[in-house]
């Protein structure tokens, strides 16, 4: 009777184990897409945007002649986002985008003629709409990010993520040339 009790204490442990490692990795598999395809949703518009610049350069150059170098690394940087086919590469490349960009638009204000032209003013709007779904979906990305980075390190998910392969994800950062503000600009 006591083998039989024992038997039936072991296999309820076993039970449990074998569920709660299956319920451990069906979180990890569902966190891991879940980056996946935040990110795929921030791909689409960073790849609208990046149709977008070659629009944006051909009107800066015509005012720009000196600033050749700016608009060859955009131009690169562009190239090299979209041959990316990591997630971390792009992220990065995105990232580098984004500060280059933004020194596009900076130098746009030194040329009163430029922000005038109507092509130049319709085309900034496209990207400002482009830009703020990109920091709504940023956000939740990071959100998703974050959330797998932290199950993937607590315990006892890290005994299951960790031999299988689940690694930390890196966050999309924001550049400081982002963070500043210079004032609405007339």
Known sequence: MQNIIGFVILALIILFIITSGVRIYNRLVMLNLNVDKSFANIDVLLKQRADEIPE?????????????????????????YLNATKNDNKIK??????????????????????????????LQGRVSELENHLADRRELYNDSVNLYNIVINEFPALLLAKPLGYSNKELLQISKIEKQYHGVQF
């Open 93 to 122: 490349t995105a990232n580098e985008l984004n500060k280059a960009f933004a020194n596009i638009l900076a130098v746009s204000e030194n040329y009163p003629d430029l922000k005038a032209n109507t092509s130049f003013v319709s």
């Open 56 to 80: 944006l350069i051909k009107i800066v150059k015509k005012y720009m002649e000196y600033e050749e170098g700016l608009m060859t690394k955009v131009t690169e940087l562009r190239t090299k």
